[in-house]
């Protein structure tokens, strides 16, 4: 089945605490994103990537960090995780395919995060 | 990216046909038009997309003005599991520009 698979689904942890997401898709997809969810905020673009070791700040990337060395995968780093980073998280991919401005996103089922 | 412009928030009841427009002045000739469900605590999944004219799927239909600067979504007789938040995106992954903008979305609200 072709899916966005991200680990852990649900997380409390401390400040300070460093902590990885993962998200890895089945579907060879060039693009790769994450968003948070904040309620009345809507989804935000965190970072995305254009492919293997191309990645690229959204709109708030402060406190983040992703790599890309894999197709399929695309892990956010917290590295010392605080308060305001507790947020429901997605990750999606798209290919990046031969009709411009067609691609469509395939998002993750969410990683529910709490930083105490 | 083109910015959109949606309703907050709109209710309707069971068996209705619902249509929820979205507004996006402007769109580049490129930009396709997509469409999104999100259910409480889910990713979005996508419903439609379209460039012009008229789109329809198993779910819902996708009306496209000529000037492509509004487009507007229908989903036929509505039922209560239809209640969720709907997001207009226009734009092009493949640019320079790749930073996506969900907005706020409109949030459908089915009642029996």
């Known amino acids: 089945e072709a899916q966005v698979t991200q680990n852990p689904r649900y997380l409390i942890t401390v400040t300070g605490k460093k902590l990885t997401v993962t998200c890895s898709q089945n579907?060879?997809?060039?693009?790769m994103s994450w968003y948070r969810q904040d309620p009345g905020l809507g989804l935000r673009q965190i970072y995305y990537s254009m492919n293997v070791e191309v990645t690229d700040k959204g709109d708030v990337p402060e406190g983040y960090k992703v790599s890309r060395k894999e197709k399929r995968n695309f892990p956010l780093i917290l590295e010392s995780p605080s308060p305001n980073q507790t947020s429901l998280y997605f990750c999606?991919?798209?290919?990046?395919?031969?009709?411009?401005?067609?691609?469509?996103?395939?998002f993750g089922a969410g990683s529910r995060l709490t930083v105490l | 990216l083109a910015k959109t412009t949606q309703p907050i928030s709109m209710d309707s009841y069971e068996g209705q046909e619902v249509n929820i427009t979205c507004s996006h002045n402007?769109?580049?000739?490129?930009?396709?038009i997509t469409w999104y469900q999100q259910f409480p605590s889910q990713g979005p999944r996508f419903i439609i997309q379209g460039y012009k004219t008229k789109v329809t799927n198993e779910v819902a239909s996708l009306f496209i003005p000529a000037d492509r600067k509004s487009s507007t979504l229908s989903l036929p007789r509505v039922s209560l599991s239809d209640t969720a938040v709907y997001y207009c995106l226009v734009g092009d992954m493949d640019s320079s520009a790749s930073k996506i903008i969900f907005g706020s979305g409109t949030r459908l609200s089915i009642r029996p």
């Open positions: 579907m060879n997809h060039e693009y």
């Open positions: 999606a991919s798209s290919p990046l395919g031969e009709i411009s401005g067609a691609n469509v996103l395939t």
């Open positions: 402007n769109i580049a000739t490129n930009d396709y």
